[in-house]
């Protein structure tokens, strides 16, 4: 289970609903109605429990019929909520513009998972942290429902050391072993960018060797020997991976494979459709 703070849902409601609605007021709208939400497109669904959240937070009363990563019919209904049109209209964008950026980034994620896993069982697909900015939370809840995994969170929750710290060292290989040292219980990543430096540093000792746009081909014949020489070693393939690629890089039996790409693409489309709040829940 993601941990979601309540302060990520207020904000998610600041940025549409500062003061008060205009329009809603105005024009003396009451009573009570449901709003419902359905795919137009048949496939993973994501951003549901979010979205009921944003729901729950001004008090209205929900039903959720779909969870994140479920897949959903076209038209089949995913949630309800009623309540006041004031209630539904200050929360109903919100939960829309959730669910169809969730789900596009759980479906593209699941795009992947699903030939790479068609190609070499083990393989883990995981998004990176170059999420669109203020997006983690939203980002990383989809990849998960998709089926993705977490390459990193942040600078805090992993070790990755890139040419651009080795650069500023005069002793590299001294100062990642005085990292080592410094952190036993993490494992250490290393991203290269030739085969030749791969070797070099699982000769050394790191964990991880994270392969930074290599070819398929390379990429392979990298993975048999690293393995024949240090078979726990475990190998990523990184930088440029994406929807259309996907299983040539599978094709090489690494064991990660990272990537942005589900992040950038289309929204799906989820429709909000109004309507009397009868019968009740």
């Known amino acids: 289970m993601l941990r979601i703070p309540q302060s990520y849902i207020d904000e998610l ?18 009573g009570e109605y449901v709003v419902t939400a359905w795919p137009k497109e048949t496939g993973i669904v994501a951003g549901i429990e979010i979205a ?8 209205l009363r929900t039903e959720m019929l779909y969870g994140d990563g479920d897949h959903a019919f076209m038209h089949s209904p995913i949630l309800r909520a009623w309540g006041t049109p004031e209630q539904l209209h200050a929360t109903y964008k919100v939960a829309q513009c959730v669910m169809e950026y969730s789900t596009g980034i759980a479906r593209r994620t699941h795009e992947m998972v699903s030939i790479a896993r068609d190609r070499w ?9 170059k999420h669109f900015p203020g997006g983690k939370i939203l980002s990383i809840a989809a990849l998960r429902a998709g089926g993705g995994i977490i390459h990193r969170a942040g600078i805090s929750d ?22 080592m040292a410094m952190e036993p219980e993490r ?58 690629n996907v299983g040539d890089y599978a094709d090489t039996r690494c064991d990660v494979l ?20 009868n019968p009740k829940p």
């Open 121 to 129: 069982g083990r393989i883990q697909v995981a998004g990176t942290r």
């Open 187 to 244: 494992k250490v990543c290393v991203e290269v960018d030739t085969p030749e430096d791969g070797m070099f540093w699982a000769d050394k000792g790191v964990h991880i060797i994270q392969c930074e746009r290599f070819t398929p081909e390379v990429l392979a014949a990298f993975v048999r020997e690293v393995k024949a020489k240090h078979p726990h070693v475990v190998v990523n393939a990184a930088g440029g991976i994406n929807g259309d």
């Open 158 to 179: 992993s070790i990755l050391v890139f040419d651009q710290h080795r650069t500023l060292t005069r002793n590299p290989v001294h100062a990642v072993r005085r990292l």
């Open 52 to 59: 009921e959240r944003v729901f729950k937070t001004v008090g």
């Open 258 to 277: 990272v990537t942005s790409w589900p992040y950038f693409g289309r929204p799906a489309d989820i429709k909000m459709s109004f309507s009397p709040a």
């Open 13 to 30: 409601l600041e940025g549409d609903w500062a003061l008060h609605d205009v329009t809603t007021e105005g024009m003396g709208l009451k």
